[in-house]
């Protein structure tokens, strides 16, 4: 709950200590006297008519943080890879929704380029068949601007999510504007920021009471990125039977369309070359981000930096890999069976599924075989409860520390040059280069913290708490 603003009266009429009759300033106290005039001393009030005038509270707590936000993001969309400006939407998705416009047996050559090509569904290549009908360039264009709509109709509903006041907001847009994941998708032309604008809207439907049209628009996500079925696993894990609905609903009626319309075989094609070579090994490449990659580029070293290929692990690594992850994954399921409350009988407040959700789409990004930079875009929604909140979830300095070392590392720019000394580069290019990775685990951790205090303190259950 905000905390009422308390009100300051001045008294016209009367004389603090230090001032004349005739309002001159006392020069026993040079020190003290600016700041006992009273009110009408003060130039007219300058702090008061600022306050009050719209146009320049518009352009102070608006327009300005914008251009400014605006500004940092351009910057560092200049450093941040890919060198070509939306590979992945040129290269992949454009040329998806361009082949479909012959029929559907135009996709099968990219089928056929395996993680070259499209690596998503069949189906959602249609998706894309508007923007096929634009030359590139102006596909682009209407790309970006598609995804810089997403992204602040994202932010907005963040704020709103977690009832921040102007000056959080406006920290909470900077923070936007340097998230080097984000930055890193949208420059190569990658839907995560898109993903994140789906995922504050089914927070926001889920506060309402709307799970199934939460569940539908979950799912419809989890087709465009497997790795968050994981999402699925966990309402069905919790019950929450309409948002289960929905989600086997957009995730049936996505597989049964696809298969009705590209057939059988081009679906065992794009299993054979998208899907299952990276089910049992990962890729070392610099921007793939999960615990099994760190491990694969402890192994292979810099020789793995651009490769995309997936790699066996020899048995040591393996079996390192295999530990961190359980280890991640068990301590993630046990604090999930934490009771809901000190009244084990209460329903599972809706709170808890707000940080339980985030739990395990934090989850997702750090354990998935395949997690690329830009799906670290999302840990921007626990970002959105946590800064310029004063709440006892994060009252400790060694907590507020953490989250904002989480902070620094999650923003880090996604770049694939190394440093041309051997010692600098072999250490950025095995462990310094999984600063998303080190980010994303803590604040896997974090949340985890946050809901072990709400499994052990119920009065501390709200909707817009953390």
């Not at 998706?127 to 096929?132: A, S, Y």
Request: include cysteine; aromatic fraction near 14%; hydrophobic fraction near 55%.
């Amino acid at each position: 709950m905000r905390s009422a603003t308390p009100v300051v009266r001045v008294v016209i009429g009367s004389q603090p200590p230090g001032c004349c009759q005739s309002g001159s300033v006392s020069r026993k106290h040079p020190r003290r006297n600016m700041s006992s005039l009273p009110s009408h001393h003060v130039p007219a009030n300058l702090l008061a008519r600022w306050r009050a005038t719209p146009w320049q509270t518009v352009l102070c707590l608006f327009v300005m943080p914008m251009a400014f936000s605006g500004g940092l993001a351009l910057l560092l969309l200049v450093v941040s890879d890919p060198p070509v400006v939306l590979q992945d939407f040129r290269d992949a998705y454009y040329l998806a929704g361009v082949a479909v416009q012959a029929g559907p047996h135009g996709l099968s050559p990219m089928i056929a380029r395996g993680t070259d090509g499209f690596v998503n569904l069949p189906i959602i290549a249609y998706l894309f068949w508007p923007l096929g009908l634009l030359p590139v360039f102006w596909a682009s264009v209407l790309f970006s601007i598609i995804g810089v709509f997403c992204v602040l109709a994202a932010w907005w509903l963040l704020v709103r999510l977690a009832e921040l006041e102007a000056q959080s907001a406006v920290l909470l847009l900077l923070v936007f504007a340097i998230n080097g994941p984000m930055i890193y998708g949208f420059k190569e032309g990658n839907v995560s920021h898109i993903l994140l604008l789906m995922f504050a809207i089914a927070l926001t439907w889920l506060r309402r009471g709307a799970e199934f049209s939460a569940g539908l628009l979950l799912g419809f996500a989890a087709v465009i990125k497997p790795p968050l079925l994981l999402v699925g696993i966990y309402f069905l894990f919790r019950r929450r039977w309409s948002v289960v609905a929905g989600g086997a609903l957009s995730c049936a009626a996505a597989g049964l369309l696809s298969l009705a319309v590209f057939g059988w075989a081009m679906h065992v094609s794009w299993y054979e070359l998208c899907i299952k070579p990276y089910s049992d090994n990962p890729i070392a490449a610099f921007n793939s981000q999960s615990v099994q990659a760190f491990f694969l580029r402890m192994q292979v070293g810099l020789d793995g930096w651009f490769d995309w290929s997936p790699i066996p692990f020899e048995p040591a690594y393996w079996f390192y890999s295999t530990i961190v992850v359980g280890g991640i994954a068990a301590f993630v399921v046990l604090t999930l069976l934490m009771p809901a409350g000190r009244d084990s009988g209460q329903a599972h407040p809706l709170a808890l599924i707000q940080v339980e959700f985030m739990m395990i789409v934090a989850l997702a990004c750090v354990i998935s075989p395949i997690s690329w930079s830009h799906y670290y875009t999302w840990f921007l929604m626990p970002f959105a409860f946590f800064v310029g909140r004063d709440d006892p979830a994060w009252s400790t300095p060694i907590l507020r520390g953490a989250g904002w070392l989480g902070i620094v590392l999650l923003s880090t720019p996604v770049i694939a040059d190394i440093w041309r000394s051997n010692w600098a580069s072999s250490t950025y290019g095995q462990i310094g280069v999984s600063s998303l990775l080190f980010g994303g685990i803590i604040w896997l951790l974090l949340l985890c913290r946050v809901r072990y205090r709400m499994a052990s303190d119920a009065h501390a259950v709200a909707d817009n708490s953390f």
